[in-house]
Nanobody, 125 residues
């Protein structure tokens, strides 16, 4: 059974940085795509970034390009989201997610089968 556990959220001032981590267990993740999504109060869950575990191929939402970086640690089975130049509009619960597919690479949440419990990120102005 796949388990995803997020950590690293917190309160930060605008312009600051945070690094989220997602510890993955229960499978060999070489054919998985790992993603980060976020959901702000009153808004729908939205895609932030994704990475294909085997190749390191990445994709980002336009709103975070140039500020956020997704990466994976093959030894520790962990996916990171480095968030720089944070803005108040980045405030949300951030979720780690995963699905297994050797071909499809998608930002659509409906394809992600496994989800973590979420971690709160709050950016103050």
């Amino acid at each position: 059974q796949v388990q995803l556990v997020e950590s690293g959220g917190g309160l930060v001032q605008a312009g600051g940085s945070l690094r989220l981590s997602c510890a993955a267990s229960g499978r060999t993740f070489s054919n998985y795509v790992m993603g980060w999504f976020r959901q702000a109060p009153g808004k729908e869950r939205e895609f932030v970034a994704a990475i294909r575990w085997s190749t390191g191929y990445t994709a980002y939402a336009d709103s975070v390009k140039g500020r956020f970086t997704i990466s994976r640690d093959n030894v520790k089975n962990t996916v990171h989201l480095q968030m720089n130049s944070l803005k108040p509009e980045d405030t949300a619960v951030y979720y780690c997610a995963a699905y297994r597919d050797a071909v499809r690479f998608t930002s659509s949440s409906r394809y992600y089968d496994y989800w973590g419990q979420g971690t709160q990120v709050t950016v103050s102005s």
